[in-house]
């Protein structure tokens, strides 16, 4: 699993060449080009009827790449440019095609695999949606399969007088059709899927439920917070949402692991930066980074627990009894370690607790797993003890 920022959270990209690391960390974090970082918004809303320096846009997003390139920093995927949701252009298909051909360019000359593309909407009757989109998808395939880039659809809001509904690729069984079929015409794994966060929030949808459904489909999760109203991205855990809506990010993260996803975490903060002075984004961009951190291990934790070929609990409080009732049945613990003395030979849930010093003689392929808060304490503790895997269990997103 990789965690990539979107460029959309990062200000003063003409200073990345010079201070990459004041942003992230090369080796731990990529970065996901977002066209939005360099085109307006509304800069396809206005092609053919506003003066727009469309070269110039290019111009700072190749130098972008330049300089990644220079400083070793990985590029996850990109976005193309994207139609508003209430747009009124029906006459830019064209375009969009012709921009797609340019991303899939732009991605197989920067070492980009993913390439995020929004189904085609406006305009279009519900009946034709497939044909219009299965047109589009297949001419970009053939490109991208040559290119050996992967195409990624990204689910979508509606507007219908006013108000935003479930648009093309929200439901996840169409999604899921529409890849299979892409992929099974072109013979290779082309097409995946990028989950947006924000638009299932805005369309009322369970995220978890959506991501376990695509399952290995999904390549990519587009991480932002909104209020259940209105668009925006904004860092999770840190939004005062509407009439007491909150987003589920335990069910997404319960989502996730059912398909064990392997993929990107974008994070887009955008609107989170955007409220602070330049002199306070330094410490947001480590807060983000936390975030980041956090969701990835939670996504991970069960891989870790299912893929180690045996484990060991340290920590017999209620921490332990949780990982007791959720995962023994199939992930049992060889036995479980204390420093409390006055646990030694007594039993939780059936299995023995041992002091630390039986760590010492434990095989290198078994796993230990900590179970309790003082997760840096412990893991040093285990380290002086000769441990050479070691893994964190936490109770907060249990199935």
């Known amino acids: 699993m990789q965690v990539s920022f979107s460029t959309k959270s990062i200000y003063g990209l003409g200073r990345l060449g010079s201070d990459p690391d004041s942003v992230l960390d090369r080796n731990a974090y990529g970065i996901t080009v977002d066209a939005e970082s360099f085109y307006s918004r509304n800069a396809l809303e206005g092609y053919g009827v506003t003066a727009f320096d469309a070269g110039g846009a290019r111009e700072r997003c190749r130098k972008l790449l330049r300089d990644c390139a220079r400083h070793g920093v990985s590029i996850s995927a990109m976005r193309m440019p994207r139609l508003r949701w209430d747009t009124k252009r029906t006459d ?56 050996g880039v992967r195409i990624l659809l990204e689910n979508q809001c509606g507007h219908v007088n006013g108000h935003l509904v479930r648009g093309v690729c929200a439901d996840a069984a169409v999604a899921a059709e529409w890849i299979d079929t892409l992929n099974e015409e072109l013979e290779a794994e082309v097409f995946g899927f990028c989950l947006d966060t924000q638009a299932c929030s805005l369309c009322r949808q369970d995220m978890g439920e959506m991501a376990a459904y695509l399952g290995e489909k999904v390549k990519a999760v587009l991480v932002r917070e909104c209020d259940g109203v209105h668009e ?35 994070m887009d903060a955008s609107d989170t930066l955007r409220g602070f002075s330049h002199l306070f984004r330094p410490q947001v961009y480590t807060l983000i980074r936390s975030v980041a951190d956090y969701l990835q291990w939670q996504i991970g934790m069960e891989r870790c627990i299912r893929e180690s070929a045996a484990r060991v609990l340290f920590g017999a409080g209620k921490m332990c009894r949780q990982y007791m009732a959720h995962y023994a049945e199939n992930y049992p613990p060889l036995f479980l370690c204390d420093n409390d003395p006055s646990r030694w030979g007594t039993k939780v849930c059936g299995v023995e607790v041992r002091p630390p010093e039986a760590l010492r003689d434990l095989p290198e392929e078994v796993v230990v797993m900590i179970c309790n808060t003082f997760y840096e304490e412990t893991a040093a503790q285990l380290k002086a003890l000769g441990v050479k895997k070691i893994g964190a269990f936490s109770d907060e997103c249990l199935p």
């Open 92 to 147: 830019l298909r064209e375009l969009l095609l012709q921009i797609g051909t340019e991303g899939i360019d732009a991605c197989a000359g920067a070492g980009c695999g993913n390439l995020v593309i929004q189904p085609l909407f406006s305009g279009i009757p519900r009946a034709l949606l497939w044909q219009e989109n299965h047109r589009y998808y297949a001419a970009l395939g053939r490109k991208a399969r040559q290119a």
């Open 232 to 266: 925006a991205c904004r860092l999770p855990f840190t939004g005062i949402n509407a009439a007491g809506y909150d987003m589920d990010w335990s069910g997404l993260v319960r989502g996730l692991r059912k398909s064990a996803f392997d993929g990107i975490l974008i």
